[in-house]
């Protein structure tokens, strides 16, 4: 009798381990490390099924590489002080909500497998209500998904970030920095909006003004692509959103709405005044982007940020042309120049923005970068007339960033409904010390002959002629040299270095034998 109570209590034991969930019920994460449906790892013991919450607070890392899993939600990091990961290897996850570093820090990694809030359910990143931060990470081919069945929200509240490197993101509305901060690097794969509008520092509704936050979101796209449903709203609402583009696709033609690229949307409420959102902005740099919408350019047409920059960051002769169907309304905007590693010549133009654009083969483009990751097809809007027009011009531009060699000037103009910026003059060199427009090694002769005695090798403008003088003439070696001559005659730079210090050596044992006459 007492061996058969012992295997029956031994029975139910073994029962109770591998029975997969309890109804209704919270489990937690219990172990350092372990396998998400290992049900020893769960406090009470079992696998969280579809009527259970799942609860990572205690550090530790749950590993999920199954089948198939439907739970009802997930939360990362739920308590201040908590923290927890998860890494999804494999398989498919699937929850009503999840929520990655509510309170405390939550980690999330997805990696050539599926996690899916679903149904009515929302993914957020760094705080639904509370004041956490998170990290998502999604990485891989195309067999990595994740997906949301409505919004996506990074930073609702707390502090939240999302780095997409591959795989493929869905979902419908996505705010960047809602009441918190968001941050959103995108370096690869696949975004593919279902509904809504992306909105980037959105500030929230009039009504949600006193939730507390920074209301800040910044968008850094480098590769792969996004492709919009609705509009693109940088600085939405009362919010402060910066948006950075060195490479890519921005592709707002998913067509399920206006499909309008905002800097500075504001919406048109009477208690969001004139100046009562931040500072806004968009940076293109270089020429290795595809950016265009199916609707209009928008900057700041409300008034509500405090300001709204479109800034060109030139790296060479070429650079992504901004091009949407509709207007561009740049009445309100700044246009901001800023130079990196590239040195401008007379004559040298591109061009920035152009509305009423035909983007078929910017679409064409687009579908090509997506079937070459090996994703499925996108679905884009029908697209307009192309009868947009460019409203207004700059209220201001600033080259602060941007100089330009003496003699030469920048540009903007106006025309065919593009804006062009572009260098005119011609240029004048400094360290040209003999004037015969070339700065060679002539010029270095007289350096050194008036190095600490006079200040006609002076390039700086400081009244004298010493070292500053020789690193001005290093620096403009080669200007106005025809091209294979120059190739031919510079210096290597120990040798100009060498030069340097020994012109400047002997300036000063001249100055020694004078002061000792």
Known sequence: MKLSLFASAAALAVAAAIVPHHAHAQFSWNVAAG??????????????????????????VATFNSPSLDI?????????GTSGTLAVTGGDLFGNGIRIGENGTGTATVNNAILRAGGSGSLFVGGQDGSGTGTLTVSGGPATRVTSGDDIGVGRAGTGTLNMQGGEL??????????GTGVWNHSGGLFRQSFGDVEIGDGGRPDQIDNPGPRTGTVNISGGVLQVADSFAIGNRSGTGTV??????LSVTGGNGAGDIFVGRGMNWDSEPAGSGGPVSLRV????????????????TLSVATSSTLIAEITGTTHTTIRVTGDADITNGTLKVD????????????TILTAG???????????????TAGFDPLVHSVGGDFVGTLIGNFAA???????????????VSYANNSVTLSVTGTATFTADFDHNGQVNGADLTKWKADFGVNANSDANGDGKSDGADFLQWQQQFGSGVPAAAAIGAVPEPATIALLGLAAMGVGAFARTRRAGA
């Open 339 to 350: 130079l990196t590693g590239y040195n401008p010549v007379s004559g040298n133009s591109w």
């Open 357 to 371: 654009a035909d983007i078929t083969a910017d679409k064409a483009a687009v579908d090509a970068v997506v079937a």
């Open 35 to 60: 396998s998400f449906t290992n049900a020893s790892s769960w406090t009470p013991v079992g696998v969280p099924g579809a009527a259970d919450a799942a609860v990572i607070n205690n550090g530790g």
């Open 285 to 300: 740099t270089g020429d290795d982007s595809i950016i265009v919408a199916d609707g209009s350019f928008l900057m700041n």
């Open 72 to 80: 009802d939600s997930l939360t990362i990091a739920s308590n201040a």
């Open 244 to 249: 950075n583009i060195s490479g890519g696709v």
């Open 397 to 411: 531009t600033d080259f602060s960033l941007a100089p330009l060699s003496p003699g030469l000037s920048w540009n």
């Open 170 to 179: 869905q979902g419908g509305y996505t705010f960047i920095g809602k009441y």
